[in-house]
């Protein structure tokens, strides 16, 4: 029914903290950890690769080098892409252009050691854009308005203890993972700001969470396996046939790409993608 995982190709070779693919799946964004110094045994920054798809193919696009250490990065409409850095405390928000070119558009700070970011669907307010704050127990909330960007009203918000990823679904709903409390929370979300429980799985430890295009399929990733899971009315999670699977290092983050049916799983030994097939 859904992926058994057979490998499509593989990027790098470092550990990749987050992996996205764009809105229309032309793009496909990766963020590779800092190495560290071998005299000073501190880590450099980062850095941000795009890629192009052409079919199967993968063809360099462009990279940036960044600060810092733990990135998550998320693919917003209008080709932007927002970044969180655990050290800086902030979340950045970059232009894409179509052959993979960035440009920075504006910094913000968040709370305390962003682990994940995410783009919602337009809701009362704007445009969700939301960022999971590990330390705090917090999602901080921006509002998206073609392309300007602001902290909404009401932020931050108040959710599952550690929460380490969170991924909006088109229909509005919010998925929110903690490996602290080996816990998957789903909220409705009506308007930017306020959240609204839905549902709950309770996987081994989960660090990344992501939605379908559709919204039908949610993946959830532990140390070693990728599940998934159907999403029913009012958010409800089944798991489905064909997971868990287990990808070549351990999981660090997961992207669906609708348009070519791929599911991209960013691990501690390169980007591995895989095809899948919708119900």
Same mark, same amino acid.
């Given at each position: ?16 903290? $987050?992996?996205?693919? $764009?809105?229309? #799946?032309?793009? @496909?964004?990766?963020? &590779? ?8 045994? &501190?880590p %450099? ?46 979340l950045?928000?970059? $232009? ?5 070119? %960035?440009? !920075?558009?504006? =910094? ?13 669907? %337009?809701?009362?307010?704007? !445009? ?10 917090t ?8 392309? *300007? ?23 509005? @709903?919010?998925?929110v ?24 799985? +309770? ?12 919204g039908?399929?949610?993946? $959830? ?12 009315? #009012?958010?409800?999670?089944?798991? =489905?046939?064909?997971?868990? *699977?287990s990808?070549?290092g ?9 348009? +070519?049916? @791929?599911?991209?799983?960013? %691990? ?12």
């Open positions: 029914m859904y992926p058994k995982g057979f490998a499509l190709g593989a990027l790098g070779s470092g550990t990749i903290d $987050s992996v996205a693919y $764009s809105r229309d #799946g032309a793009l @496909l964004a990766e963020v &590779e950890e800092p190495v560290v110094r071998p005299i000073k045994g &501190e %450099t920054g980062g850095v941000l690769h795009i890629y192009r798809i052409s079919g199967n193919k993968l063809l360099k696009g462009s990279c940036r080098t960044l600060p810092g250490y733990g990135y998550h990065i998320a693919f917003g409409p209008a080709g932007r892409l927002a970044l969180t850095n655990a050290r800086e405390k902030t950045t928000i970059y $232009s894409v252009g179509a052959a993979g070119k %960035t440009h !920075q558009i504006s =910094v913000f700070a968040t709370g305390n050691h962003p682990d994940a970011v995410a783009f919602g669907p %337009t809701l009362s307010g704007g !445009q969700a854009l939301a960022v999971a704050n590990g330390v705090d127990n999602i901080s909330m921006f509002t998206d308005s073609s392309g *300007f960007v602001a902290p909404a009203a009401g932020s931050p918000v108040t959710t599952i203890a550690g929460p380490s990823s969170l991924a909006f679904s088109p229909t509005g @709903l919010l998925s993972a903690s490996s602290d409390a080996n816990q998957i929370d789903v909220y409705s979300v009506s308007f930017v700001g306020a959240l609204n429980g839905a549902g709950a799985a +309770h996987p081994d430890m989960p660090q990344t969470v992501a939605f379908s295009t559709t039908k399929l949610l993946g $959830s990733a532990d140390y070693s396996d990728v599940s998934l899971f159907a999403v029913g009315t #009012g958010g409800l999670l089944a798991p =489905v046939s064909g997971s868990p *699977f990808p070549k351990a999981p660090n983050s997961i992207a669906f790409n609708h348009h +070519h049916f @791929l599911l991209a799983v960013g %691990t501690t030994r390169g980007t591995a993608m895989y095809s899948y097939t919708p119900s």
